[in-house]
Nanobody, 122 residues
Framework: QVQFVESGGGLVQAGGSLRLSCAVYGSTFSMNAIGWYRQAPGKERELVAAISASARTTYADSAKGRFTISRDNAENTVYLQMNSLKPEDTAVYYC????????????????WGQGTQVTVSS
């Protein structure tokens, strides 16, 4: 069973930065695309950033220019560097492996990790 362990969240003031980590266990990590999702209270989970097996990156419009996703295949870990944080970035952040379904990324695993809470104060 694939396991995701997210870490690095916290409380930060608007304009600050955080670096999230996602350790992936039990998968052929280097062969998979990985994505960072977030879910704010009362909202649906949304894909924020994705990185393919070949390290091609894509971002939601809300993350472009502020977030950077990267991966370390030797450590089976994906990172999300978040700069210029805004209160609307407040959410629980999760990671998952991705598949391409009808041209769009979709989460592969039904099981999600515990996530890491990011809170941005104004």
């Amino acid at each position: 069973q694939v396991q995701f362990v997210e870490s690095g969240g916290g409380l930060v003031q608007a304009g600050g930065s955080l670096r999230l980590s996602c350790a992936v266990y039990g998968s052929t990590f280097s062969m998979n695309a990985i994505g960072w999702y977030r879910q704010a209270p009362g909202k649906e989970r949304e894909l924020v950033a994705a990185i393919s097996a070949s390290a091609r990156t894509t971002y939601a419009d809300s993350a472009k220019g502020r977030f950077t996703i990267s991966r370390d295949n030797a450590e089976n870990t994906v990172y999300l560097q978040m700069n210029s944080l805004k209160p609307e970035d407040t959410a629980v952040y999760y990671c998952n492996t991705l598949i391409v379904y009808y041209g769009a990324y979709e989460p592969l695993e039904d099981y999600w990790g515990q996530g890491t809470q990011v809170t941005v104060s104004s």
